[in-house]
């Protein structure tokens, strides 16, 4: 399917491409993309094992890169974060970031004193390993907003859905935010304010790839080459051109990560 007929460069800064829903055709599927332009991925772990496999990924398919980290759904009960599991992965050149860590409190699946002693862990193992973070903050902003404000890590607050005025603090904190499908979608009235005010050199544009296609393909499995459509909806609120929106998007992740 051809989306991106300039065929635009595209850098997905958040996606999942260990995931199952990739199982079965991850090769085409990295050949379509490269066809409709996307030049870099970052997959982010969600647990030990998975960090384990989108490196192993990275070594297989130049587009991609990882972020590894221990997801606040996917804590080991009963266990403290180790960094020993995840150092031997940093030794990889295309380990970029720790993510995805934060905290979610809509699933509630571990409780939020056990989320917030691994979220800090991981960022303190960040700073030390001197590589920025990937955060995940569902219905947990002001608890994120807190440890973000005590730890100040380089980094990205990605799918962004809280108030303009927490998009603020983030930027005052030096941090990026993520902007994924979800602008494009109908009820995104909060978070096309956020945009509109968000400075074009702290904007990453993401997919969250399977998850979270933007309209016009909204509940189907996603891909990183769907960002064209995220990009067209962010060109629109700010008023400039698509290519100007994907061009920055890549800036910025290309100095926050690293990558030359
Ligand atoms: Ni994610």
């Known amino acids: 399917m051809e989306i991106n007929l300039n065929k635009l460069p595209i850098f997905d800064s958040h996606a999942h491409f260990d995931d199952t829903a ?4 991850l090769s085409a599927v990295v050949a379509e993309m490269k066809e409709n332009g996307v030049v870099g991925v970052i997959n982010n772990g969600v647990n030990y094992e998975s960090s384990a ?5 990275a070594e297989n398919q130049d587009i991609f890169y990882s972020a590894v980290g221990v997801h606040p759904e996917d804590l080991y009960n009963g266990e403290n974060f180790s960094p020993d599991k995840l150092l031997p992965l940093l030794a990889h050149s295309k380990t970029v970031a720790i993510g995805e860590i934060g905290l979610d409190y809509h699933w509630d699946t571990h409780p939020a004193d056990v989320q917030k002693q691994w979220f800090e862990d991981q960022l303190d193992f960040a700073k030390q390993v001197d590589l920025p973070v990937i955060v995940h903050d569902r219905e947990a902003h002001n608890d994120t907003l807190e440890i973000l404000k005590k730890h100040k890590p380089k980094g990205v607050l990605h799918c962004f859905s809280g108030s303009n005025e927490m998009a603020k603090e983030i930027l005052k904190l030096g941090m990026y935010i993520g902007v994924g499908g979800v602008v494009t979608f109908k009820n995104a009235r909060k978070l ?18 399977p998850y979270l296609s933007p ?4 509940g189907k499995r996603c891909t990183s080459d769907l960002i064209y459509f995220t990009a067209q909806k962010v060109a629109e609120i700010k008023s400039i051109t698509t290519e100007d929106v994907l061009k920055a998007s ?7 990560y690293n990558i030359l």
């Open 22 to 25: 990739f199982k079965e055709d």
């Open 250 to 256: 890549m800036e910025n992740i290309k100095v926050l």
């Open 215 to 218: 309209e016009p393909f909204r």
């Open 53 to 57: 496999k989108i490196v192993e990924l």
């Open 192 to 209: 096309v304010e956020v945009v509109a005010d968000l400075p074009l050199d702290r904007l990453l544009l993401e997919t969250d790839a």
